[in-house]
């Protein structure tokens, strides 16, 4: 209760009626999280000042971009701020299992929203910059996808790494391979689909009746791939999910092998975020690259 002050919790009240309860609960990044209830509904709720702030507001942005695109998306219902803290309330989600069935229906739906969203947009990138975590994301409109990837996603990462101390000096090379055969390893104009960006399967909830339910977005126009790759990070997510996806939209050829690529900058946004405990995956993608 101590992030809420009395003018936020009056905002909160007026948009979404009055409170009865305010439960914390766990949240990341600098942000304090509540379960508020009023008499006749629940709801998440996201509370943050300074850099936890300015996440949170492009979190907002990125979950509306999304809605205007999918139904499978949390719930906007008010975002404010008061006494230099922002606020951002979702409906609650009532979890329930994860099941096959839940899963197709998630593939079926990133795969028509990385479809139909494409084409409204010709360029890569977003109107907004936001965050891969608490790592700043820049989303400067580009017209080649290759140019995207290494100016604004590997490079800016790269950068991080030295900074913190985490790079080691054998992967330079590797990396320079990387960025010289950057334009024949990527495709130069694949459809740019609006990206969740950090589809990881912590980033999706499911309903109690099983429908999917992405949160935590960190969006952009991109290659759908890139999403597409970042599912076999971190694990969670099953054949159903796939079969679904091809089906709906199948991915080109020689997807398999851009994998690694693509999440290289994960790899990297994560050894900046938490240590050198994953340097030994970054070498490992960038060892591919020794020839």
Request: proline fraction near 5%.
């Amino acid at each position: 209760m101590s992030a809420v002050s009395v003018a936020l919790r009056g905002d909160l009240e007026a948009a979404l009626g009055q409170i009865q309860t305010m439960q914390p609960l766990a949240a990341g990044h600098g942000a304090d999280a509540f379960r508020l209830e009023t008499p006749s509904s629940r709801f998440f709720v996201k509370v943050g000042r300074g850099h936890a702030a300015a996440q949170i507001r492009a979190e907002a942005t990125g979950l509306h971009a999304l809605l205007a695109h999918s139904p499978m998306v949390a719930q906007v219902r008010w975002t404010g701020d008061a006494d230099g803290a922002t606020a951002l309330a979702l409906d609650w989600v009532e979890q329930g299992r994860r099941t096959p069935r839940g899963e197709a229906q998630l593939g079926e739906g990133l795969a028509e929203l990385h479809r139909y969203s494409a084409a409204e947009a010709t360029r890569y990138g977003f109107a907004a910059d936001n965050f891969i975590g608490a790592t700043p994301q820049r989303n400067t409109s580009t017209g080649a996808w290759p140019a995207f990837f290494r100016d604004y996603r590997l490079m800016p990462q790269v950068a991080l790494a030295r900074q913190n101390g985490y790079w080691q000096t054998c992967w330079t090379p590797w990396l320079e391979q990387v960025y010289r055969r950057l334009d024949d390893l990527l495709p130069s104009h694949p459809p740019p689909s609006l990206l969740h960006g950090d589809l990881w399967s912590g980033n999706v909830l499911y309903r109690a009746d099983g429908s999917p339910v992405l949160i935590d977005p960190a969006v952009y126009h991109g290659d759908r791939e890139a999403d597409l790759a970042m599912t076999r990070l971190f694990g969670g997510f099953g054949r159903a999910f796939y079969e679904a996806y091809e089906a709906t939209w199948p991915p080109d050829g020689g997807a398999e092998e851009r994998v690694g690529l693509y999440n290289l900058y994960h790899l990297l946004n994560h050894l900046n975020l938490f240590g050198s405990g994953y340097a030994g995956s970054v070498e490992g993608v960038l060892k591919k690259f020794r020839h």
